[in-house]
Structures are given as C-alpha cells and as structure tokens.
C-alpha cells in the first residue's frame, strides 16, 4: 500500500486507519470526505473507471507510469535522436506511441529501448523464473532487470530507473500483500522515486514498505535493505535520524553477514559518506581505510561500490582541515584514476563519473592553493 493519505485531505492514514471507497477501494479519513469527493470532486465519474483498472492503487500506479514514462522520453529526446529501439526495433512505440529512453553505462548505437519494451522483458523473465521454480538466485538476478541494463549491466539511472520503477510497481501491486516478489518491487519503486529526487514520495513508500516488512515478520535482511534506502532518503532530505540509521544498518549486517559481504560493505561505505557529509572527517577515514582493501579484493577495482568507497576516502582526505601536503596529493592521484576507471566502467554521463570529477577540481584546487602558500613561506625564509 503506497496511498496512505485520504485522497481529499491529505490526512495521513498509515496502512490502516480511515475508510475506503467500497467499490473501487480509495481511501479517505473519514465519510465527510467521501461524500465531498464523490459530490465535488469527481469521483461519481472516475469510481467505475478506478474499480475497473484493478482499484485505487493499481489505478494511481498506472497514472504515475504513464507520468514517468513521457518524463523519461522527454528528458532522453535529444540523446535518443534518429534511433531505434533494440527489442522491438522502431522508433516509436507501436502501442503506447512513446519515445524511446536510455540512461545506463551503453554507447554509441547501442542500449536505445522504449520502457515499455525493456519493462515487457522484465516481466517476462520473471514470470519464467516463477513458473519453472528456479532458484531464489537466478530470481534475484531477472529481477535485476527491472532496473538494470542487461546489455551493459549497469543500473539505469535518473528518470529512466523512476520510469521502470513505477513499471515494476505496476506489474506486481495486485499480488497478495504477502507475495515477496510484491515487496521487493515496492523496493524498486522506492529506489527509483529517489534516482529522480522525488525524496518525499520515496519516503513515503519506504515508511509503508518498512511497516509492511515488520508486520509480516519479513527477514532481518530484508528489513536491513529496506532501511538502507530509508537512510538514504533521509539523508538526501537532511533529516537529523539518517546518521543513526545507516550506523545502525551497517553493525546490522556486520552481525548478521561479516565483513566481506557486498552489503556489509556498502553500509559501511553510506555510514562513513554520511560522516563526511558532516565533517566527521577523523570517524570517516579509519572506517574507509578498513573497509577499502576488502573492497577491492571481494568486489574488485573496477565495482561501482568499490569506486564510491575510495572517492568518499579521497574526499575526506583533501576536505579534512588538517589536511597534509601528502594527503592533498593521494587525493589528487586517487581521484584522477577514478576519474579514468568510472568513465571506462560507467561512462562518462553517469552520476558517479560527473561527481567524481567535481571533486578532482576540488581537490587539486586545495593542492594549487597549498603549493602557493609553501612558495610563499619559502619566498620570505630567503
Ligand atoms: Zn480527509
Ligand atoms: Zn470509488
Ligand atoms: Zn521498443
Ligand atoms: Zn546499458
């Protein structure tokens, strides 16, 4: 459930409080306001139409796709210019009359696709999974396809993973609220909203989820991967509770995983991001220092994690007022291979990648600065 507030009011209503429409199931604080919905607002006309679509959430999750999907073809007009797309090789959408997307690691004249076709296979892969009974990994990995590319394996990023998000959403809202694969989309519908900033409606449907997990006794990792996102929002929202959260998930799966797991490291990597995001520089740097080695060992150089766990180690060198001469240079020399492996990995429109080369500017402007301020001393000793 992601409708948590009466659709006149706005009341919050969590996952249970209020009423519903008996037909179509939208959700209201109270019958004041059904009454007011129904006699003013339209819902006379638009009830039929809701309980026809599958109910209220079903109906909002298709609005929100329709939404996110001109959202993403728009802002990828420019770059999808003269191309077709790679699964149903046209231009256009035969059906839906969309514009074709790509915001992934893929370049030149490949990874061009409509959402609908990408979201199509997405769904197609899963159900095999689901009707042959596959294992839980090889379900895990088609799932991935709801929001990474599997040409060049890398996440879609921007409003292209909000898009598919809400493609996922769509797809899987009308199981039972027990059905995993209903929560794990909810996940993905999460992760997306926040890949397009829209923290708040991401906040929203982490809170439910997170109710949700709890109250289905779902498993400490899930319940751990779900707060993960939640810090993240609450930090992209500079509210205070982020920093506990993310230490919290990070001894979480250290206790319940060990060190060398990718998720053990990636919570450690969102603690100590968010320590230098408030100048804790002397809590971050140990943490990172731990944790890189391992890193490079278990998930490799050439790791998305691996590359934001050394950019947050070179951040905190050349941001940390004491910084040395020494430090400004490994700054230096540490951001420009970075800069190098997450173009070649990434490419070079990806957040991470742009990101990376903001701080390169930083960093070598803080040793240009230094280098002045060392010629200036030597000057006045001669
Ligand atoms: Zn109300
Ligand atoms: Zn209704
Ligand atoms: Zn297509
Ligand atoms: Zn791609």
Redo the contacts with the bound molecule.
């Keep these: 459930m992601i409708l948590t507030q ?6 919050e209503l969590g996952l249970s409080l ?1 009423k519903k429409c008996g037909r179509c199931s939208t959700r ?3 019958p ?2 059904q009454k007011q919905h129904w006699e003013g607002g339209g819902h006379d006309k638009l009830c039929k139409l809701i309980k026809k679509a599958g109910g209220a959430e079903q109906y909002n999750a298709n609005e929100k796709y329709t939404e996110a999907v001109a959202v993403a073809a728009e802002a990828c007009a420019e770059d999808t210019k003269g191309q077709t797309c790679y699964i149903c090789t046209q231009a256009l959408h035969w059906k839906t009359k969309e514009g074709l997307v790509r915001m992934c690691a893929c370049r030149g004249t490949a990874g061009f696709a409509h959402v609908s076709c990408l979201a199509e296979q997405a769904k197609i892969l899963v159900a095999e999974a689901e009707e042959n009974n596959l294992d839980l990994k090889v379900k895990n990995e088609r799932f991935e396809r709801w929001c990474e590319c599997s040409l060049c394996e890398q996440m879609y990023h921007g409003v292209v993973r909000c898009a598919m998000g809400w493609a996922c959403w769509k797809t899987y809202v009308g199981r039972p609220e027990t059905d995993d694969v209903r929560l794990v989309a909810m996940n993905v519908l999460a992760g997306g909203l926040h890949k397009a900033e829209h923290n708040e409606d991401a906040l929203s449907v982490q809170e439910a989820e997170l109710a949700m997990a709890r109250r289905l006794g779902g498993s400490a990792e899930h319940i751990l991967a779900v707060q993960t996102n939640l810090a993240t929002t609450y930090e992209a929202l500079g509210r205070p509770e982020a920093l506990q959260v993310k230490r919290d998930v990070y001894y979480g799966y250290l206790k319940l995983q060990g060190d060398e797991y990718e998720h053990t490291l990636i919570a450690a990597n969102n603690y100590a991001s968010h320590l230098n995001i408030l100048e804790r520089f002397e809590e971050a740097k140990p943490l990172l220092l731990k944790i890189i080695p391992v890193a490079r060992r278990v998930l490799g150089d050439n790791d998305e994690n691996t590359i934001r766990m050394r950019w947050n180690y070179a951040d905190a060198l050349y941001e940390y007022p004491g910084a040395t001469l020494d430090d400004l240079r490994e700054a230096v020399e540490t951001l420009e291979e970075l800069t190098r492996t997450a173009r070649r990995v990434l490419g070079g429109a990806h957040p991470l990648a742009v990101d990376i080369v903001h701080s390169l500017q930083k960093a070598r402007a803080a040793l240009a600065a230094r280098d002045v301020e060392a010629l200036r001393v030597g000057a006045m000793r001669v």
Excluded: I, P, R, S
């Design positions: 009466c659709a006149v009011c706005a009341t209020g209201y604080c109270g004041e306001c």
